[in-house]
Structure formats: structure tokens, C-alpha cells
């Protein structure tokens, strides 16, 4: 496969997660009293998305789904990620906390929330984070 056809496949898999991230933001943004239950299972499928992994997935921990997503892109074991990888212009963090933090302001942003650091910091999977965009929306 030449770089061209690479590029295209990439372009595609690209706009494809961005049309299904819009899809599960509109459909949380749009409903009037989301239940935790409905925003769990829609910001389920917006990250796995967003990580370019399949809703069959069943991990739930955000930095392991970005460890899985990273291994995915790079076509490496996931177990090989955490050991290879230390960005050091980054003091020292590491790609997989680098696409979590990403990942938790792509959601501030795209769900309109206001940016609250103290209870996003403490967001470590998706059910905290499920609960995080709840009592956002519950503000609304």
C-alpha cells in the first residue's frame, strides 16, 4: 500500500470518528433531563471514538482506553506503550496521560461545559466521567 491510499484510509477513519463524536454530543446536548444511565452510554461511544476503538471495547478506565488507542495507531502491544514511551519535553508524561488530558478538554469543549480543573482532575474513567458531564448538564 503506497502513502496515498495510507493517507486516504486515515482521512476516512478520521471523519468517520468525528462524524460519530458529533453524533453522541448532539444526542446528549439534546435530550431535556439526560439520565446518568443515557449520558454513560452515549459518552461511552464518544470516546471510543474519539480513541478510534470499537463500542465493543469493555475497558472503562480512560487511560487504558488511551493506551489501547495509542497501541492501535502505532500497531504495537499495549503492554509495550507505557514502557517505550516517556515524553521528556513533556516533563516527563507520557502520550497515554497527554490524550487523556486532550480528551477531557475535547469534552469541556464540546459539550459546552465550563472548565472546572478540581472535579475534572479526578476523572478516571468513564463512569466519573459520565457523572462529571451529568451534573454539568444538570447546571445547564
Do not use: W
Not at 459518552?43 to 471510543?48: D, E, T
Not at 472548565?115 to 444538570?138: C, F, G, T
Request: net charge neutral.
Amino acid at each position: 500500500m503506497n502513502i496515498d491510499d495510507r493517507k486516504k484510509i486515515v482521512a476516512r477513519l478520521l471523519s468517520k470518528a468525528k462524524e460519530e463524536t458529533q453524533k453522541e454530543t448532539d444526542l446528549i446536548r439534546g435530550e431535556q433531563n439526560p439520565t446518568l444511565d443515557f449520558i454513560y452510554e452515549h459518552i461511552r461511544k464518544y470516546v471510543l471514538s474519539k480513541f478510534l476503538l470499537s463500542f465493543d471495547c469493555e475497558e472503562t478506565k480512560i487511560r487504558e482506553l488511551a493506551k489501547l488507542s495509542l497501541a492501535k495507531t502505532m500497531k504495537i502491544d499495549p503492554e509495550v506503550i507505557h514502557s517505550l514511551d516517556y515524553a521528556t519535553p513533556c516533563d516527563h508524561a507520557t502520550s497515554e496521560s497527554a490524550k487523556k488530558v486532550l480528551l477531557l478538554f475535547a469534552v469541556q469543549k464540546d459539550f459546552g461545559l465550563k472548565p472546572n480543573p478540581e472535579k475534572i482532575a479526578k476523572v478516571e474513567d468513564l463512569h466519573a466521567l459520565a457523572k462529571y458531564v451529568h451534573e454539568a448538564e444538570k447546571i445547564r
